[in-house]
């Protein structure tokens, strides 16, 4: 039986109460972190800069005031770069800019941080200097002493999420569009046209672009051309999701549509620039310039904006803007000062409008238009009409995000791409079962057993706006509302061996997936560099079962912060010594045999471990990577080795019981993917982890380590 329909009105009212609480998680968090800690340790930690000085101000995009900061001289010592010492603030993070309490000075108060200083967004991190664009413009610059910039919780893209959700709530019934209420059930799609020498059919004589496309990609996108109001790509683990999407858009555009192309990460979105870029297709980028990747930047709009023929005018205001911005730091006077800032409102509005023209007429001209999803909501796009929204990475996207092109734009249609097996995004907020599986291993951990592993899509109810979490993408629930149908699964796999990709296949997508003939049987050894043939090279997939009890986990309290602020974890995380150091003997046998390091990655769930092998392998081996599981999603490596840590009598698996997880885990190998655990204690977490240890028993290269042999290795130095 069909779900029912959904209201759209109370769908937006249960959104918005969800965004509320996962906002109000999210500035907990951070309010609690920053009140705890010194800025010292904050600084450690990678949430603050110290000891920086004001080196220039200038008028950035959209006239808003950018202050470059650099490292007060007085801390450089004589003969030394002036380099920021290593830290974890990123382009786009919220800071506050102020001046710089005592380094030892306890509880920097959420209150304190409004007081004084002005808060801005990241704009360009350079070894030498930061840029932050301020969010007010007359907001109060500190200048003479030392400054520092301290990270904030990032509101932005829920006010934006919030703005989506109240304009859903509003609209009037007469103004969803029947695209929209297929969305909600209200409506079937309809029916795909059979007649392809009907000349109205989206698939009379269709021609490849690209010949090489394999039949599940064909399929996937014949019927994204012929849906009318909504399809679904599935996309495991390397089957090519986004080379399917490049060659859906070429064909949408031979049929003279227009086309708004998101994604949720920008790096999602220059994704498919570049390789739009490569098929000579004129597009325009939107987003900041110093977010987007060098290599798209001549798409970008902000570009084109100063290489058009209005550009010239704009660079003159822009200057007297500069000029006038500089004259307030000189003057002491309040009246003249009070006159600049009524001379710069005035420019910043005459800049704003000529920006506007000359940025319209580039994007309504625009066939293609590429953003995040949160990009989308801007401005430039506001009222453009569009006949397809594309959405890649489509189950990395909080539903509500979805909807910002699709509410502030005109659409037709919406494509979405992504695979609602692997990791949905983060959710933080503890009203929701997801908090059970978010993305750091802090105390939501516990009591993580096979609950939170059930299939999503089973979870999800046929009354989103009723039994609703935060982690149900839209993906997600258009599966659940209209059933298989409405989706075409990618099936032939472009990374893994063929025993890497087994268990994962059988146990995930019905046994579908296909290795392709030159991925199954890659090695090691067969590296287009010389590899020695050793029992390691030549295993595409080995199993260490640390059963037993020598290989303890230890619950750790993490009490510092995560570097980077990651995870933020003051809660509790695990560890496992010995299978790190097993870890360890593992990755000095691949590289002994020839494997470079940049070609093998080690994955683990938890932070505490995570930092222990950090602590053990960065040194030896500068090139490799460690990461996290959920860090690791959307990446692959030669040689993957995955640390599950968990090993308890009480049979505990915790963040292991996402099935999900365990699923970008076990597919980010091409060649070699060793699993290291106890199987005694996984196998008793779920009936997913169960059959995992089977499958591992039965196919994987099994290994039954000596803890002697193992402490033998490190205490030799290796
Ligand atoms: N039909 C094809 N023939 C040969 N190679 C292909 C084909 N389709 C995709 N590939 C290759 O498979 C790899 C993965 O493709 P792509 O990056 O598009 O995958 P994806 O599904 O978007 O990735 P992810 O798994 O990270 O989501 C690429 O190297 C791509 O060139």
């Known amino acids: ?161 919030n703005q989506t959700m109240n304009r859903l709530h509003k609209l009037p019934d007469q103004e969803h569009t029947l695209f929209m209420r297929v969305l909600f059930n209200q409506a079937s799609p309809t029916p795909l046209p059979t007649d392809v020498n009907d000349p109205s059919n989206p698939l009379h004589k269709l021609e490849w672009f690209d010949p090489s496309l394999n039949g599940s990609q064909q399929e996937a996108i014949r019927f994204a ?41 920008n790096i999602s979105v220059d994704n498919i620039v570049e390789r739009l870029a490569s098929h000579k297709v004129p597009m325009v980028r939107l987003g900041h310039p110093a977010r987007l990747l060098p290599s798209v930047l001549s798409h970008s709009l902000d570009v084109l904006t100063r290489t058009s023929e209005a550009a010239a005018l704009l660079q003159d205001v822009r200057k007297e803007l500069d000029e006038k911005q500089s004259s307030i730091r000189k003057t002491r006077n309040a009246g003249e000062r009070r006159q600049i800032y009524t001379e710069l409102r005035h420019l910043r509005q005459e800049y704003r409008e000529r920006e506007k023209g000359c940025v319209n007429n580039l994007v309504t001209g625009s066939k293609v238009v590429l953003a995040t999803l949160h990009g989308a909501g801007g401005f430039h796009l506001k009222g453009q009409e569009f006949d397809v929204v594309i959405v890649d990475e489509a189950s990395q996207a909080l539903e509500a995000q979805c909807w910002v092109p699709l509410l502030w734009v005109k659409a037709n249609k919406l494509v979405l791409a992504g695979d609602h097996l692997q990791l949905p995004p983060t959710i933080k907020s503890l009203n929701s079962k997801q908090s059970k599986v978010g993305k750091t291993d802090t105390k939501k951990d516990k009591d993580n057993k096979d609950q939170a592993g059930k299939d999503k899509t089973e979870r999800t109810s046929g009354k989103p706006a009723e039994g609703m979490t935060l982690e149900t993408t839209l993906f997600d629930r258009l599966l659940a509302l209209h059933g298989p149908s409405i989706k075409r699964m990618l099936t032939t796999q472009y990374r893994m061996h063929e025993k890497i990709m087994r268990f994962p296949s059988d146990e995930l997508y019905d046994s579908k997936l296909i290795a392709a003939d030159c991925v199954k049987e890659r090695l090691l050894k067969n590296l287009d560099y010389e590899v020695e043939d050793t029992e390691d090279t030549r295993e595409p997939l080995v199993f260490w079962d640390t059963q037993g009890g020598d290989f303890p986990e230890k619950a750790e309290d993490d009490g510092v912060i995560a570097k980077g602020g990651k995870g933020m974890g003051l809660g509790d995380s695990k560890s496992n010594e010995a299978e790190a150091a097993l870890v360890k003997m593992h990755v000095s046998n691949l590289i002994d045999a020839g494997v470079k390091a940049e070609d093998i990655a080690v994955v683990t769930p938890y932070n505490a471990q995570l930092a222990l092998l950090a602590g053990m392998l960065k040194e030896a081996y500068p090139g490799i990577e460690l990461g996290s599981v959920d860090g690791f999603q959307g990446r692959e490596k030669e040689a993957v080795i995955v640390s599950t840590v968990r090993s308890n009598a009480e049979h505990e698996v915790g963040f292991l019981g996402e099935k999900r997880r365990l699923n970008v885990a076990m597919t980010r190998s091409k060649r070699h993917l060793c699993v290291i655990g106890d199987s005694d204690t996984i196998s008793k977490g779920s009936k997913f982890l169960k059959a995992w240890m089977q499958h591992l028993e039965d196919f994987a290269d099994l290994r039954y380590p000596d803890l002697a042999d193992v402490y033998v290795d490190q205490e030799n130095g290796r």
């Open 1 to 161: 039986m069909m779900p029912e329909a959904t209201d759209i009105a109370s769908f937006a009212t249960s959104q918005l109460r969800l965004l509320d609480a996962e906002l109000q998680a999210e500035l907990s968090e951070t309010n609690a972190l920053l009140s705890s800690h010194t800025p010292t340790a904050l600084s450690r930690a990678g949430l603050a800069i110290l000891n920086l000085n004001t080196s220039s101000i200038r008028t950035g995009l959209g006239g808003k005031v950018v202050i470059e900061l650099g490292l007060d001289s007085a801390v450089v010592a004589k003969g030394e770069k002036p380099d920021i010492p290593e830290h974890g603030i990123r382009v786009g993070d919220i800071v506050a800019v102020q001046d710089q309490p005592s380094g030892s000075a306890r509880k920097t108060e959420k209150k304190e941080l409004e007081k004084k200083g002005a808060e801005g967004v990241v704009l360009r991190v350079r070894r030498e200097n930061v840029e932050v664009v301020l969010d007010k413009e007359d907001a109060h610059v500190p200048a003479g002493g030392k400054l520092w910039i301290v990270k904030l919780a990032n509101d932005v893209t829920y006010k934006r999420m």
């Open 225 to 265: 051309l012929a849906s009318r109001e909504v399809a679904l790509i599935h996309g495991p683990p390397g089957t090519g999701k986004t080379h399917t999407l490049i060659e859906l858009i070429l064909q949408l555009l031979r049929q003279k549509l227009r086309l708004l192309v998101c994604g949720p990460s």
